[in-house]
């Protein structure tokens, strides 16, 4: 290699790893301000001595310069003669002018105006004034023979020495680069060497691999798993072929031995026997080893595709690393104290996926710096610490990636959410009154939603939970959010760890396969009779005790078919909160496939699909992507929304079944109106004697009192005679109706048959 192609290559080099070692620096930097501060200091102290050497013996004079002008600013701090939030906030300024000229690396040999202002600064902290830049030496001032025997320093990349700008052509000796390194600072020089030489060792098991490559080698893995799938399958029907020749070699035979024939003939009968049972033996142990053969390579071609697949992640650290620095700067400019605590920042995620996480979460800490954590004045009439905390916790359950971003700031509070949606017009007051508590925080990730008045920096622009939500999606994933007012917030990103390969549920509908990925997959089934149940016109089944829609995967993709079977098949799948069981029209098997991108115009962009994947047999599976069907699931749920009563009603719900209270519940304020509820006729009695009813809703059947003799007490008591009470209850004979209305009712529905329509009559009928 000549002497430029080494110095472009060293180069290259240095921009590679100053950049992680810049990081690194901002790291440690902000950990001055904490209780680490000593540590971090010898951290900081060591990169940026490093970075110094590197620089100079490589003629970038601007990074030495700077380098060292920060060195100065560490000592001082250390030493007491400066503040440390004035060293921080400097050192973090140089910082981001030497990320500029690692990228300028021109401007990195000759500086800059702003490389003259940034070192002003610094020494101006430090009280050290820094040298200034001094001329460039050529490169071709030194021989050419000693530049290329000149022995390496210990830094990330071997040096030329024709290259240094602070030294003359140095002999080649052994120990001669060592005063040109060394001389600042000797003794930091001599502590660098064995982290050096361990990072060199570290560099030596690890190389750089454009992403693109590792795209085609995981698509090429996923193939050649395929083919090897198809290559069992072959051997399977080779042995099935040499099973029929051994059952006619049989056949003949036997005839053979029936058959009276001359002596001549019989002895060739003989011989062609037995060269028959030796092909059979042959043919025999040709299957056995073909198919050992098969499954060895299937084993190997299974462990190669997880290994291109471990090899595609990145540690999310390489993201998160820069997250400190921004919510120091965000925090400052708010006058807020935030403490970022990140947990499991190693754990790996998809390359590919990298910078939708990386948005996603930039959105998420904004949020919680902006909306969610209070000022330290608030927080001490709070009694919370002024430092408020946000916490990133990482694990990983199965194939699927957890991602926690936690604060300890004021909570949601949905009434004041439900109001912004209205005042933005997103709801109408009937809307916004029928909510639940989860369905109003859920308000957040409506397109233009905003729960500040102006816009500013970092709020007010109608984008941000939406943008997190969706992106999350693309992905495969889901958005969970908890929050408790006054506590704080903790928002869930549930990802997959790896878009390459993907685990899935293949199930048939008609004669095609489709997938599902198995993280989705809560349990498979068979749905009887019994277990359908109809809530407020929606079919569900009893799963795990809970009432889930259930729907027809196949119409609701647009295909034909639907429920054939009288215990058909259903996948119960899983996105967020909420459950579906999706029934399908068999099983196929479950496997690991790698997912392609829908490819034409037929597929792509069409709704509920993510991708495709090869099947062994020749088939396309096509993948489904289960938040877009969830989303329709819950539109088909959805009761209908009525036109609004004259008024807002107050309403008691009486009902000893918890199901029963919770379905009939949301579909009375899905009128609009609120709702308190009782388990049997006592209770109910007793809080009509202390608050104020528009209207009694109660079932007939339960403990204590039940709804004839609570509706007979009702009516009996002056002060309550003239609250409506509507009778709910599974009595449907004519009988059962009479008793009700005997006993004073004012209307008397059957569960079975009630709908929003109906119970809406009954109400403005009797209000």
């Known amino acids: 290699m000549d002497t430029e192609a080494l110095k472009k290559s060293l180069l290259k080099k240095f921009q590679e790893v100053t950049a992680d070692r810049l990081q690194k620096i901002q790291l440690g930097v902000i950990d001055l301000e904490k209780e680490t501060a000593e540590q971090a200091a010898d951290d900081v102290a060591r990169e940026l001595h490093t970075m110094k050497g590197e620089a100079r013996m490589l003629g970038l004079a601007a990074i030495g310069q700077l380098a060292h002008a920060a060195e100065d600013v560490l000592r001082a701090e250390r030493e007491g003669k400066t503040a440390t939030e004035t060293a921080t906030d400097v050192m973090l300024r140089a910082c981001d002018v030497l990320s500029d000229l690692i990228e300028d690396l021109d401007a990195a040999h000759t500086g800059s105006s702003t490389t003259e202002e940034m070192v002003k600064a610094l020494s101006e902290v430090s009280g050290h004034p820094v040298p200034a830049l001094g001329p460039v030496r050529k490169p071709a001032a030194a021989p050419p023979k000693p530049a290329v025997q000149a022995p390496v320093a210990p830094a990330a990349a071997p040096p030329v020495v024709a290259q240094a700008p602070v030294a003359p052509a140095v002999p080649a000796t052994p120990r001669a680069p060592e005063p040109v390194a060394a001389a600042p600072h000797p003794p930091a020089k001599e502590e660098e060497a064995p982290s050096?030489?361990?990072?060199?060792?570290?560099?030596?098991?690890?190389?750089?691999?454009?992403?693109?490559?590792l795209d085609s080698l995981g698509l090429l893995a996923g193939d050649l798993l395929v083919e090897s799938a198809r290559g069992r399958l072959r051997s399977g029907e080779t042995a099935q072929l040499f099973?029929?020749?051994?059952?006619?070699?049989?056949?003949?035979?036997?005839?053979?031995?029936?058959?009276?024939?001359?002596?001549?003939?019989?002895?060739?009968?003989e011989r062609a026997e037995a060269d028959l049972h030796m092909l059979r033996d042959d043919a025999f142990r040709f299957v056995r080893r073909n198919g050992d053969g098969i499954n060895t390579l299937h084993g190997n071609l299974a462990q190669l595709a997880d290994h291109v697949a471990e090899a595609r992640l990145v540690?999310?650290?390489?993201?998160?690393?820069?997250?400190?620095?921004?919510?120091?700067?965000?925090?400052?400019?708010?006058?807020?104290?935030?403490?970022?605590?990140?947990?499991n920042a190693d754990i790996g995620v998809d390359r590919s996926m990298l910078a939708d996480v990386r948005d996603a979460l930039v959105h998420l800490l904004r949020n919680a710096v902006d909306h969610g954590l209070e000022s330290p004045d608030f927080r001490q009439q709070m009694g919370k610490p002024d430092t408020g905390r946000i916490r990133i916790r990482v694990r990983v359950d199965g194939d699927m990636l957890h991602i926690e971003v936690e604060d300890d700031g004021r909570g949601m509070d949905t009434e004041r959410l439900k109001q912004v949606a209205i005042n933005k017009r997103l709801l109408s007051p009937v809307q916004a009154a029928a909510l639940s508590e989860r369905e109003a925080i859920e308000l957040i990730f409506r397109p233009g939603f905003s729960t500040r008045e102006q816009v500013s920096e970092l709020s007010g622009r109608?984008?941000?939970?939406?943008?997190?939500?969706?992106?999350?999606?693309?992905?495969?994933?889901?958005?969970?959010?908890?929050?408790?007012?006054?506590?704080?917030?903790?928002?869930?990103?549930?990802?997959?760890?790896?878009?390459?390969?993907?685990?899935?549920?293949?199930?048939r509908l008609g004669d095609d396969v489709y997938g599902m990925p198995a993280a989705d997959v809560v349990a498979v089934m068979r749905i009887k009779p019994d277990d359908r149940m109809e809530v407020f016109g929606t079919l569900a089944v009893r799963h795990r005790g809970k009432p889930t829609a259930l729907v027809a995967l196949g119409p609701l993709l647009g295909l034909n078919g639907g429920n054939r079977f009288d215990k058909p098949p259903a996948v119960v799948v899983r996105?967020?909160?909420?459950?579906?069981?999706?029934?399908?029209?068999?099983?196929?098997?479950?496997?690991?496939?790698?997912?392609?991108?829908?490819?034409?115009?037929?597929l792509k962009g069409a709704p509920f699909?993510?991708?495709t994947a090869a099947l062994e047999d020749g088939r396309i599976a096509v993948l489904l992507h289960v938040p877009d069907i969830m989303t329709e699931v819950r539109r088909m749920a959805r009761p209908v929304t009525q036109a609004p009563a004259s008024r807002r009603l107050r309403v008691l719900l009486v009902d000893d079944s918890p199901i029963a209270r919770a379905t009939e519940g949301a579909l009375v304020k899905?009128?609009?109106?609120?709702?308190?509820?009782?388990?049997?006729?006592?209770?109910?009695?007793?809080?009509?004697?202390?608050?104020?009813?528009?209207l009694i809703l109660t079932d007939v059947q339960m403990p204590k009192l039940d709804g004839f003799s609570l509706t007979r007490r009702l009516k009996g008591t002056p002060a309550v005679a003239r609250i409506p009470v509507i009778i709910l209850s599974s009595l449907a004979s004519p009988e059962d109706k009479r008793r009700?209305?005997?006993?004073?009712?004012?209307?008397?529905?059957?569960?079975?048959?009630?709908?929003?329509?109906?119970?809406a009559q009954s109400i403005d009928r009797l209000t």
Do not use: W
């Open 575 to 602: 996105h967020g909160d909420d459950y579906a069981a999706l029934v399908v029209d068999g099983f196929v098997d479950e496997r690991e496939v790698a997912v392609k991108p829908c490819g034409g115009e037929f």
């Open 315 to 343: 540690p999310l650290s390489t993201v998160f690393d820069a997250f400190p620095r921004a919510v120091r700067d965000i925090a400052k400019t708010q006058n807020k104290e935030v403490d970022l605590v990140i947990e």
């Open 740 to 759: 009700g209305l005997d006993a004073g009712a004012d209307a008397y529905l059957v569960k079975g048959e009630l709908g929003v329509e109906i119970l």
């Open 609 to 611: 699909i993510a991708g």
């Open 243 to 269: 099973e029929r020749f051994s059952r006619l070699g049989d056949r003949f035979l036997r005839i053979s031995e029936e058959v009276d024939v001359p002596d001549a003939i019989r002895t060739e009968l």
């Open 670 to 694: 899905a009128l609009g109106h609120s709702v308190e509820e009782a388990q049997d006729g006592e209770e109910a009695y007793v809080k009509v004697q202390t608050n104020t009813y528009d």
């Open 196 to 213: 050096a030489a361990k990072a060199s060792s570290i560099a030596d098991r690890s190389i750089r691999v454009n992403v693109e490559v």
């Open 462 to 507: 109608g984008v941000g939970m939406d943008v997190v939500k969706r992106k999350v999606e693309t992905l495969g994933g889901s958005v969970g959010v908890q929050s408790r007012q006054g506590r704080g917030t903790t928002i869930t990103l549930r990802l997959p760890q790896s878009l390459a390969l993907m685990k899935v549920l293949l199930v």
